[in-house]
């Protein structure tokens, strides 16, 4: 059974870079048929998709986040990273990794979710 | 970028009754890429629904959805107090709408 776990520091400091990791287990970030995604949820709010990298390392992010967000993929550790820069206080949020389907683009497999704060 | 907007932002229903969730794409979607999620408080969202109609596995089918274009649906038949959650529909695995938010009344 395919799981994903986030992680990474759970506090940022204004104007650093946020960086997690996902690791996947049960299956391979080497599939064809699978795409993987960040998403995050600020608190009492709703969802925002990030972006989305591909086994071959092609790369879809959020415009309003584009200047900010990298995206990547390493297939040989089974993981897949996001690195967010100049993070504000409008960063602190749930942070969720996911797998998306090729062909019907829906988020079949969600990780847990790793709570980011940014504060000094 | 396509907007989607949810309609109504919250739904107060009765378990038994039927629960009707709107989703509108403000240019169209491809029906092959519109899906539906149920989240509820602490947990990771839940994919009910992608292809804009095909359940995901384990969904009971008193979830169904339907429509194309800008236009899209989600339907709970009957609802059971385990339903009472929030649910977003998305596009092309990108775009979430604001949520719905389904609440006992």
């Known amino acids: 059974q395919l799981q994903l776990q986030a992680s990474g520091p759970g506090l940022v400091k204004p104007s650093e870079t946020l960086s997690l990791t996902c690791s996947v287990s049960g299956g391979s970030t080497g599939n064809t048929s699978y795409y993987w995604g960040w998403i995050r949820q600020p608190p009492g709010k709703g969802l925002e998709w990030i972006g989305t990298?591909?086994?071959?390392?092609?790369?879809y992010y959020n415009p309003s986040l584009k200047s900010r967000v990298t995206i990547s993929v390493d297939t040989s550790k089974n993981q897949f990273s996001l690195k967010l820069t100049s993070v504000t206080a409008a960063d602190t949020a749930v942070y969720y990794c996911?797998?998306?389907?090729?062909?019907?683009?829906?988020?079949?497999?969600w990780g847990q979710g790793t709570t980011v704060t940014v504060s000094s | 970028e396509t907007v989607l907007t949810q309609s109504p932002g919250t739904l107060s229903l009765s378990p038994g009754e039927r629960a009707t969730l709107s989703c509108r794409a403000s240019q169209s979607v491809s029906t092959s890429y519109l899906a539906w999620y149920q989240q509820k408080p602490g947990q990771a969202p839940r994919l009910l629904i992608s292809?804009?109609?095909s359940r995901a596995t384990g969904i009971p089918d008193r979830f169904s959805a339907s429509g194309s274009g800008t236009d899209f649906t989600l339907t709970i038949s009957r609802l059971e107090a385990e339903d009472f959650a929030v649910y977003y529909c998305?596009?092309?695995?990108?775009?979430f709408g604001q949520g719905t938010k389904l609440e006992i009344k």
């Open positions: 996911a797998r998306r389907m090729q062909v019907v683009g829906g988020l079949d497999v």
């Open positions: 998305q596009q092309y695995g990108r775009t």
């Open positions: 990298v591909y086994y071959s390392g092609s790369t």
């Open positions: 292809g804009a109609s």
